[in-house]
């Protein structure tokens, strides 16, 4: 683990339903900058603050529970966002030693045996399928 960097599941869930829903996930980055993810979309680009870019070996790659692209960041160093990047990155850029973040992680329904059975032999009767039509 890089620089002490440690990250947790929070007992906060929601969403839930056959589809899946989410967990808050907690991290804190340690050592500085550069802490190695990159942001994408934002309330001014009408879409959710996500990470779009995890480096390979970088801070929020190397905590116990890295960081993944698609988690959508809702807190930095304790202050809630409103949703915009800019007002993110202006949080992020002032974190001198230590980075706090809060991101909600989408999860899937977890579905049992017998269902993943029956996806592995649908899916392997429409691969037979389409070899037989490609031939």
Same mark, same amino acid.
């Given at each position: 683990?890089?620089?002490? &960097?440690? !990250? &947790?599941?929070?007992? =906060?869930?929601? &969403? ?5 829903? +989410? ?11 550069? +802490? ?14 996500? /990470? #779009? ?6 801070? !929020? ?11 959508? /960041?809702? /807190?930095?160093?304790? /202050?809630? $966002? ?5 007002? =993110?990155? !202006? ?8 980075? %706090? ?6 999860? $899937?329904?977890? *579905? #049992?045996? %017998?269902?993943?059975?029956? !996806? ?8 037979? %399928?389409?070899? *037989? $039509? +490609?031939?």
């Amino acid at each position: 683990m890089e620089s002490g &960097g440690r !990250a &947790g599941l929070q007992q =906060a869930a929601g &969403g839930g339903g056959e589809g899946g829903g +989410w967990v808050l996930v907690e991290a804190r980055l340690h050592g500085g900058a550069p +802490w190695g993810f990159t942001l994408q979309g934002g309330l001014e680009h009408g879409e959710p603050l996500i /990470i #779009s870019k995890v480096e390979e070996g970088g801070k !929020a790659d190397s905590l116990e529970q890295p960081l993944r692209v698609g988690d959508e /960041i809702v /807190i930095i160093n304790d /202050i809630e $966002l409103t949703g915009y990047r800019q007002e =993110a990155v !202006a949080l992020i850029k002032g974190s001198y030693k230590t980075l %706090h973040l809060t991101v909600r992680r989408y999860t $899937l329904a977890p *579905f #049992s045996q %017998h269902e993943g059975l029956q !996806a592995l032999q649908i899916s392997s009767t429409k691969i037979r %399928h389409a070899c *037989f $039509l +490609w031939r």
